[in-house]
């Protein structure tokens, strides 16, 4: 039956296996899609990171624990680990982007189904869906998932009065 013979290949080239190993939890943000994004915003935090994959002078690991620290007056790029608290990264993402001067860009999976889209990315000021699969960490093979671009600039957004402007990328 062809389809059956297209669902193999597809899990062979999207190997499912690693989204749910505690790799995946450090999944870093391709280089030049990062560059991309910096030369527009100037990040100057990232709270979620190591010392080895640090995108900005000023980040959070995991033992300061980005999700407890004060991000106020900074343009902040987060790549949350990818795990079951993903929801907890868009509260603080959009919480701390009401916050005087902060902007928060989020990369994340687009999982549209989730209660945390529908919470936190639908109030975003800009959504910006990604053609095409992501290749994290250098690696060559892409994502199983589909990725975009949260922006929170102002903390006006409403999912009904003022829903969040869409692009591609
Ligand atoms: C998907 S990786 C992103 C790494 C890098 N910032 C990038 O964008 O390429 C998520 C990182 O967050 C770190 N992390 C996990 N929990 C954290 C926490 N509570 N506070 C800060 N960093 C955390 C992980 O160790 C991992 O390095």
């Not at 053609?131 to 290749?135: A, H």
């Not at 922006?151 to 006006?156: E, Y």
């Given at each position: 039956m062809p389809w059956v013979q297209q669902?193999?290949?597809k899990v062979k080239k999207h190997d499912t296996r690693v989204l749910f190993s505690s790799k995946s939890?450090?999944?870093?943000t391709p280089r030049?899609?990062?560059?991309k994004l910096d030369s527009q915003f100037n990040f100057t935090l990232d709270p979620c990171a190591r010392s080895h994959n640090a995108l900005c002078s000023k980040y959070f690991t995991?033992?300061?624990d980005g999700l407890e620290q004060d991000w106020s007056g900074n343009k902040v790029f987060v790549n949350p680990p990818y795990g079951r608290g993903i929801g907890r990264w868009f509260q603080k993402a959009y919480e701390e982007s009401l916050k005087k001067d902060t902007t928060?860009?989020?990369l994340i999976p687009a999982r549209t189904d989730t209660k945390y889209w529908h919470k936190y990315a639908m109030k975003a000021d800009e959504i910006r869906l990604i053609?095409?699969?992501?290749?994290f960490g250098g690696?060559?093979?892409s994502a199983p998932f589909p990725s975009a671009v949260i922006?929170?600039?102002?903390?006006?957004g409403d999912p009904v009065e003022n829903p969040p402007k869409l692009a591609v990328m």
């Open positions: 669902t193999e290949v939890m450090e999944w870093a030049d899609f990062f560059h995991p033992d300061e928060v860009v989020m053609k095409g699969r992501l290749k690696g060559k093979n922006v929170f600039s102002s903390g006006a």
